[in-house]
């Protein structure tokens, strides 16, 4: 499997593993999760949120910084931000296993 990676900010980008690795450069970076892949297939929802998971609250990123998340195969990320790099990272059907659809 190939791994991709990002450079710059991106927007509601499909993410076919379930994590990530970013890092940032010079500048603070926040990112959001959109619950777009199973089992909810509904990018209303937010992975990061406040206990309501239709209010998106984005984290964030510290400067000169790398960390691993969990997005989910299928969801949508994005990124806000200069300097930063994100790569897909661990598998394509892991996050999926045992998902009823």
């Given at each position: 499997?190939?791994?991709t990676s990002y450079a710059g900010a991106i927007s509601d980008t499909v993410w076919t593993t379930d994590k990530a690795q970013i890092t940032?450069?010079?500048?603070?970076?926040?990112?959001?999760?959109?619950?777009?892949?199973k089992p909810t297939s509904?990018?209303?929802?937010?992975?990061?949120?406040?206990?309501?998971?239709?209010?998106?609250?984005?984290?964030v990123i510290p400067a000169n910084?790398?960390?691993?998340?969990?997005?989910?195969?299928?969801?949508?990320?994005t990124i806000a931000g200069a300097n930063g790099t994100f790569t897909e990272v661990g598998t394509a059907s892991s996050a999926n296993a045992g998902v009823y659809d």
């Open positions: 499997m190939a791994i940032s450069g010079s500048n603070a970076l926040t990112f959001q999760v959109k619950l777009a892949g509904d990018d209303t929802n937010f992975l990061y949120n406040d206990g309501t998971v239709t209010s998106s609250v984005p984290r910084s790398k960390i691993d998340i969990y997005t989910g195969v299928g969801n949508k990320v």
